[in-house]
């Protein structure tokens, strides 16, 4: 079988100790010789600044193919705007282009009154200036403020005939989550590539409340399973192999790329790409 391609998203540091670890996290992985790698937005725009500078560091610094994050939250059209101009005049040709999570502690997401009012107008806008190649996002379990899974799929379909080139969706734990999606999709007329996001479990506690929150359908035997080896202390053993499991499954359906999302702790990351044929070919230069 051969090997799938990969890209891998990061997020931004927020201090000294988090610019250490995402250079590290960018050391051990840029060997695996992803199609692209991703910064991510925090909340509410929280990071924006911080995306900014770090999709410029890494463009320049690490020879690898960056995609920023941006968002509609808490900006006006023109701001948004600017921000991606700011990144292709750094030479940052791709975006991933996000309605974006409403800021803590808010109701929901609420347009700013003079920005964009959802991921289709901004895709729009950004897909008008012919200069970047975009990407969105995709839910592969039903959004929790969609009515159903058509709603979505209609939605990605709007965001695609926008000027998306490219799906990459929210992570699953079960291979036909994803599998019944993508064939949903495709009876819907969408043609563009839809990539599954995988997510190495860190750490089952957090990434089990992330799940509910993002509407990610949690089996009960991921449940049972975490709970011996956490007991047993051989999650991190647990973890690799089920996700070695998952992406294996995927690439026996014909899925050939895969998007991790590494929270920039990439030792699983790096593992189950080894497990899945994908060996590193050079290492990252120490940049000054």
């Known amino acids: 079988m051969t090997a799938p391609k990969i890209s891998l998203e990061f997020f ?3 201090n000294l100790e988090g610019s250490f670890r995402l250079w590290d996290t960018v050391q051990v992985l840029a060997p695996l010789k992803p199609r692209f790698v991703s910064v991510t937005y925090g909340a509410g725009g929280t990071t924006r600044e911080l995306t900014r500078d770090a999709v410029a560091t890494l463009h320049k610094s690490s020879g690898l193919n960056v995609a920023a994050h941006l968002t509609c939250v808490d ?28 800021p803590k502690g808010s109701s929901g997401f609420t347009p700013h009154p003079e920005g964009f009012a959802n991921s289709v107008e901004l895709i729009e806008a950004l ?17 929790p403020e969609a009515v159903d899974q058509k709603a979505d799929i209609d939605w990605l379909k709007a965001k695609i005939d926008a000027g998306a080139s490219e799906a990459l969706t929210q992570f699953f734990f079960e291979p036909e989550a ?39 359908q949690v089996p009960a035997w991921l449940d049972d399973a975490f709970e011996k ?9 647990l973890a690799t192999s089920l996700c070695s499991e998952l992406c294996s499954d995927l690439m026996d359906e014909g ?5 991790f999302y590494t929270l920039n702790r990439p030792e699983l990351t790096r593992d189950v790409c080894h497990a899945l044929g994908i060996t590193p070919e050079s290492k990252l230069e120490n940049v000054a």
């Open 127 to 143: 897909a008008a200036k012919g200069t970047f190649d975009i990407r969105v996002g995709a839910y592969p379990e039903k959004h």
């Open 75 to 102: 900006a006006t059209k023109a701001e948004t705007l600017e921000i991606a101009d700011g990144f292709a005049e750094a030479g940052v040709s791709e975006i991933v282009a996000l309605r974006g999570d409403p």
């Open 178 to 216: 994803f599998l019944r999606f993508r064939d949903a999709c495709v009876k819907a007329g969408i043609d563009a590539p839809i990539v599954p996001g995988i997510l190495p479990i860190e750490n089952w506690k957090g990434v089990r409340s992330f799940a509910q929150r993002c509407g990610t």
């Open 229 to 237: 080896a956490i007991r047993d202390d051989r999650q991190d053993l």
């Open 255 to 259: 899925v050939d790329n895969l998007h």
């Open 12 to 14: 931004p540091p927020k």
